[in-house]
């Protein structure tokens, strides 16, 4: 133990001394920003080099630009930064710093004059140029250099202003501390790149040991950027800041071509790191060289290896920062990756709170425990009652104090007898009244008035109970949408889970069989609801996503897994992307037949087969009341309803609930429609039933027909109604067969139809559900000599256990792993 002790002395003397050095590194930062950008150092040395850069000998454009692109950003930073051109200018020439005074000093007065202008972007360019040519004139003219080729130069100098201050204005933003940009478009880089070579330019003449600065900076930034971008990137800066530099020094012509290159081969060699890059400049200056004389190739192996020295000293902190705005790098996408995550989250946050917004609304809606009325409510009503009763009869008598003071229990109780009969429906029983005759004196006016309350008694507590079915309804569509947005905002935050053994065994499966994966996204491997994403290569596409790759994964998460979607890239060894998830355990094939009262050509009948998202299929038949067009309307609209709704995710009772409350209140006319709703659960063939006013249904399983029936009124005729759900369970080759009310009441000379229609069923030997519908539909019609006296509808469909087209793919070397 004491042996150990100075070990964790020494381990946490390390940790302090690093939180230190971090401590101080932060600071040192922090200190070189604010000196750099707050107090506008760093636009004083590029003011310094641009004031000095010259192209074409005489041509200066880069000065009163970047003067007027400050001007435009930053205006309290403008008078610092003419000061910094000017001695920038003065250690060049004096004819050079004497040209810059003039033109500075004209923009800035015509830039003052106008100031208050909206169209700034527009106007600040065209001072530059007018400011650069009338200052280049003034010159030439004093000099009588006035010829056909300064009138040349003049014009060059100009137009190079004007664009380099347009180029400037959306290179300036990006080295300020506060940018809110995520990405940089390939133009932003490009003028960030002409604006660095533009200030290189600036350091033409100065030279250390022989190796000048400016070929060692624009190497280093040739280095920094296909290290970061890559090939396309690295050979972009070398191409620019090459012709900007061979512009400012003939003698730097050739360098271009070292730049480009060693940008093209460094970035084409960033996956070797610092040195793969580094090795790319060194192949390049090599090449390049060899056309010189060996006098030049030493100078510019000089500057190489200073470049790449620099180019090891920065940190990795700013090459990965650089990263993170350049489209293409793996930084930016993990950048990337980290804001759409921060959205999701942000996203799924809001759906869920407007989620307990609406369980919260729910809860507050649910009267469920207002249904069940205690023995004090039912005392209260019938006290209420009896008042009511009492003010326009007893309120008058004279014999008021001695039934309700001296006789007040045997009263009451007669009255409430006489109340309970009457609320049953029933007379009042002869024995109470004689006993009520013989205890009141004006018993005849006291029934007449009950037999009137009573009236509007019922019709009060209906009006309650209405209240308080339309409450419950409300509170159950809030809580199916509080459940579907709870829902939402889980599949809102689906993260890419960490299945590590399977995802090696997938990994290793898809090696095995030569099919290239680039990226596998496992987000989740539950029984029933496996979903998978993955990148893969093909150099030519035949169906290897569900002929190869769904059975392999089906073989090793023991599920029959399929593709769910796919998109296949046109070209060879393309980048395609393949989702799979699992296969529903049963398939539905559905036939349907009809035909319009009197061979028309509007039934008044409409069917629908809905796919829902849960696994679900749904099938619907809605028989609007009579025939025609406006029996179409009614059922079509119904059935357009449930499909919205239950789209949603709503659970299908509260949908139906819904529907009936919406045709109800809809419109005053008698507009009714019957609703036959079967849900298959596609994972067991479990079917619910919905029948809303609808005829039975039947199953058919080998010989044996089951009824499936339920008595409800039709939608929309009354606002509350209860909506009972018949469940049964399916077998795989089961069919399901609905119809409307045209089918089922339609043979004629039939007594008992149910059995007629299990015998018809059993006599049909197809299984095909669009050939069932047809016979049963023409053997309908043919019961009635060929007459069709109303809407006949008849819906079919055929549950099969779900069999794979391919078969799974065995991984043998799976439990090796």
């Known amino acids: 133990m004491m042996s150990s002790i100075p070990k964790i002395e020494s381990s946490g003397f390390g940790l302090d001394k690093n939180k230190r050095i971090g401590k101080f590194r932060k600071r040192?930062?922090?200190?070189?920003?604010?000196?750099?950008?707050?107090?506008?150092?760093?636009?004083?040395?590029?003011?310094?080099?641009?004031?000095?850069?010259?192209?074409?000998?005489?041509?200066?454009?880069?000065?009163?630009?970047?003067?007027?692109?400050?001007?435009?950003?930053?205006r309290t930073k403008a008078l610092p930064t003419m000061l910094a051109i000017l001695v920038g200018s003065v250690s060049y020439s004096f004819t050079h710093s004497l040209f810059l005074i003039m033109a500075m000093t004209v923009f800035i007065f015509l830039a003052a004059i106008f100031k208050n202008k909206k169209s700034q972007q527009i106007l600040v360019p065209l001072f530059v140029f007018l400011s650069t040519i009338l200052s280049r004139v003034f010159l030439y003219s004093f000099q009588n250099q006035l010829t056909s080729y300064e009138w040349v130069l003049l014009a060059i100098e100009g137009v190079l202003g004007t664009v380099l201050v347009l180029i400037f204005m959306q290179s300036i933003p990006l080295i300020s501390p506060k940018r809110y940009k995520s990405t940089l478009k390939n133009e932003e880089i490009v003028c960030m790149i002409i604006l660095i070579a533009s200030i290189l330019t600036g350091t033409i003449g100065w030279e250390i040991y022989g190796a000048s600065i400016e070929q060692v900076f624009s190497r280093y930034f040739v280095l920094l950027f296909a290290f970061v971008g890559g090939?396309?990137?690295?050979?972009?800066?070398?191409?620019?800041?090459?012709?900007?530099?061979?512009?400012?020094?003939?003698?730097?012509?050739?360098?271009?071509?070292?730049?480009?290159?060693?940008?093209?081969?460094?970035?084409?060699?960033?996956?070797?790191?610092?040195?793969?890059?580094?090795?790319?400049?060194?192949?390049?200056?090599?090449?390049?060289?060899?056309?010189?004389?060996?006098?030049?190739?030493?100078?510019?192996?000089?500057?190489?290896?200073?470049?790449?020295?620099?180019?090891?000293?920065?940190?990795?902190?700013?090459?990965?920062?650089?990263?993170?705005?350049?489209?293409?790098?793996?930084?930016?996408?993990?950048?990337?990756?980290?804001?759409?995550?921060?959205?999701?989250?942000?996203?799924?946050?809001?759906?869920?709170?407007?989620?307990?917004?609406?369980?919260?609304?729910?809860?507050?809606?649910?009267?469920?425990?207002?249904?069940?009325?205690?023995?004090?409510?039912?005392?209260?009503?019938?006290?209420?009652?009896?008042?009511?009763?009492?003010?326009?009869?007893?309120?008058?008598?004279?014999?008021?104090?001695?039934?309700?003071?001296?006789?007040?229990?045997?009263?009451?109780?007669?009255?409430?007898?006489?109340?309970?009969?009457?609320?049953?429906?029933?007379?009042?029983?002869?024995?109470?009244?004689?006993?009520?005759?013989?205890?009141?004196?004006?018993s005849k006016k006291v029934i007449d008035v009950m037999r009137e309350e009573i009236t509007l008694f019922e019709?009060?507590?209906?009006?309650?109970?209405?209240?308080?079915?339309?409450?419950?309804?409300?509170?159950?569509?809030?809580?199916?949408?509080?459940?579907?947005?709870?829902?939402?905002?889980?599949?809102?935050?689906?993260?890419?889970?960490?299945?590590?053994?399977?995802?090696?065994?997938?990994?290793?499966?898809?090696?095995?069989?030569?099919?290239?994966?680039?990226?596998?996204?496992?987000?989740?491997?539950?029984?029933?609801?496996?979903?998978i994403e993955m990148k893969v290569s093909f150099y030519n596409y035949h169906g290897e996503g569900p002929k190869l790759i769904a059975p392999v994964l089906s073989d090793i998460l023991n599920e029959m897994v399929v593709v769910k979607q796919e998109d296949i890239s046109p070209f060879p060894n393309g980048t395609s992307y393949l989702a799979f998830g699992s296969a529903r355990e049963f398939v539905v094939t559905t036939g349907a037949a009809n035909a319009a009262k009197g061979g028309g050509f509007i039934s008044g009948d409409s069917y629908t087969t809905i796919e829902l998202g849960a696994g679900k299929y749904a099938m619907a038949i809605s028989d609007g009341m009579g025939n025609g067009k406006r029996a179409r309307e009614e059922s079509v609209e119904t059935l357009r309803l449930l499909q919205q709704i239950l789209q949603t995710g709503i659970p299908e009772k509260v949908a139906i609930k819904s529907i009936n409350s919406i045709l109800s209140l809809r419109t005053t006319d008698e507009m009714f429609a019957t609703l036959d709703l079967a849900v298959i659960d596609l994972h067991n063939a479990f079917v619910q039933f919905l029948k809303i006013g609808s005829t039975p249904s039947f199953i058919k399983r080998g010989e044996d027909v089951i009824k499936i029936e339920a008595s409800n009124l039709p939608i929309g005729i009354i606002q509350d109604f209860d909506v009972d759900i018949v469940s049964e369970q399916l077998m795989s080759e089961d069919l399901l067969i609905m119809m409307s009310d045209g089918i089922f009441d339609g043979p004629m000379h039939v007594e008992n139809t149910d059995m007629w229609m299990k015998r018809k069923l059993r006599e049909i030997a197809t299984d095909d559900p669009q050939e069932i519908a047809d016979l049963l539909l023409e053997e309908v019609i043919r019961t009635k000599s060929g007459t069709i006296d109303d809407d006949m509808t008849v819906l079919v469909a055929k549950v099969n256990k779900n069999k794979p087209k391919w078969a799974s793919v065995p991984m043998y070397n799976t439990k090796a792993l």
């Open 459 to 531: 019709a009060n507590r209906k009006l309650r109970q209405q209240v308080l079915e339309s409450k419950r309804l409300v509170a159950d569509q809030l809580q199916g949408v509080s459940e579907v947005m709870g829902d939402f905002a889980k599949e809102i935050l689906k993260e890419r889970q960490n299945n590590e053994i399977q995802e090696e065994q997938m990994i290793q499966g898809l090696k095995a069989m030569g099919i290239e994966l680039e990226k596998l996204d496992i987000y989740s491997l539950e029984k029933g609801n496996v979903d």
């Open 231 to 442: 090939a396309a990137i690295g050979s972009t800066v070398g191409v620019v800041a090459g012709l900007i530099l061979s512009l400012a020094s003939v003698a730097n012509l050739y360098q271009m071509s070292l730049l480009a290159f060693s940008g093209l081969l460094g970035g084409l060699l960033k996956e070797g790191k610092k040195i793969g890059v580094s090795i790319g400049l060194l192949v390049g200056t090599f090449l390049i060289g060899i056309y010189g004389s060996s006098s030049e190739l030493i100078p510019s192996l000089i500057e190489s290896l200073i470049a790449i020295t620099l180019f090891f000293l920065t940190p990795a902190s700013w090459s990965n920062r650089i990263s993170r705005y350049i489209p293409g790098t793996e930084e930016y996408t993990h950048e990337q990756e980290r804001y759409l995550q921060k959205v999701r989250n942000v996203t799924a946050k809001r759906v869920e709170q407007f989620s307990g917004v609406f369980h919260a609304l729910a809860k507050s809606f649910d009267t469920t425990e207002l249904y069940a009325v205690d023995e004090a409510e039912k005392r209260r009503e019938t006290d209420y009652f009896l008042s009511q009763v009492t003010e326009r009869t007893c309120q008058s008598c004279f014999m008021k104090d001695r039934c309700w003071q001296k006789e007040f229990d045997s009263t009451y109780s007669l009255m409430e007898e006489m109340k309970d009969d009457m609320e049953d429906g029933n007379a009042p029983n002869h024995k109470v009244i004689r006993e009520f005759e013989n205890h009141c004196v004006k």
């Open 28 to 74: 040192l930062l922090l200190k070189c920003k604010s000196q750099l950008f707050e107090k506008g150092w760093l636009f004083f040395l590029v003011g310094f080099l641009l004031g000095r850069a010259v192209i074409l000998t005489e041509v200066s454009p880069f000065a009163v630009a970047f003067l007027a692109t400050i001007w435009f950003v930053d």
